[in-house]
Structures are given as C-alpha cells and as structure tokens.
C-alpha cells in the first residue's frame, strides 16, 4: 500500500523512519516501515531499500524520511559500538630486569592485558650492546623496565538498550 504525500490538502510529514538492529548483520539496521515513494537522507551510515549501514561503528548515524515536495520527518538514530576487551584495574607488574639476550616478547599472565599497547605481550624482543650490561655478556644484553598487567573483561552495552552482533553492538533510537 503506497503511502500518499497529500493529506486534505496539506503535504504530509512522513512518519520518522523505525530503525531494528539487525540480528545477523553487525552494524546493519532494518527500516521496518520503509516505502518506496519515500526519499531517504542520512548522515554517516548508506541505505538500499529497507537496509540502514552505519559506516564506522562508534559513531553515530542518522536517517529521515521525505516526501517529493514534503516536509522531512525528526531523524532516527543508529548507534553501535565496538565489542572489545578493555582494562579493569592493576592485577600485577612485571618487574624491571636484564640479562644476556637474545630475550622473547614480554608477556603478561593468561588473562591479563598491557594497558599501554592493548595486547597480552608487550615489550618485544630487543637486544643492546653488550658493554651496555657492564661487558658480562658474549654477545647481547636485553634490558626490560616493568610493565603493568591488568584484568581484563569484555564491554557489555546490554544494560544500555544495546544487542549484541558479531563484534558490534547496536541500538536503535526511533524518533
């Protein structure tokens, strides 16, 4: 059923477009009341047909309806989120040290994260001169200061309104 732009006379302000989040496509939203004679305008997202898109998760993206010759109806809003570990608190330090190298990577204890580089491993291998360690080695010396090693927890927006798609999490704001 076409949806007219004349109402006794009057040019109709579309109803604002109604925005679901898409159950198996992160980042998509379905328009749920999308018409065909109706133009729509976004901003930081794409639309075909009855998908919504946002392009870059994090920032929010708009869409509105219009009529030919219309008024423009109040603006949805698709927001999404990345779906990513973040730190929690200081769980342990590694202390400063040096030796004879070649030495590995720098690793925290499994389930703990480098808050500096956002990795289980920080501080990779490296090696200096050997005169640097006060001549005691043949070949290298490494030399490593402390790294803090932290909890670390997966975001969870559900609280917020947000569902949860793949690795972005997505909520609708209908006008």
Known sequence: MAISPVLLGRVAKP????????????????????ASNITYTVSGGTQTGSDFAVTS?????TITAKFAGGLQSTASTALTLAHQWYATGVASTIPEDEGCGPRGDTCCP?????VSTGQTCGVGPGTQQPSLC???CPD??????????????LTDYSGSGYTLTGSVWGKAVNA
């Open 15 to 34: 109803a604002a477009p109604i925005l679901t989040y898409s159950p198996s496509n992160p980042g998509h939203f379905t328009i749920s009341n999308w």
């Open 57 to 61: 998760v994090g920032t929010p993206a």
């Open 110 to 114: 499994s389930g703990y994260l480098n």
């Open 134 to 136: 006060g001549g005691g």
């Open 140 to 153: 290298d010396c490494y030399y490593r200061g402390a790294i803090d090693c932290y909890n670390r927890a």
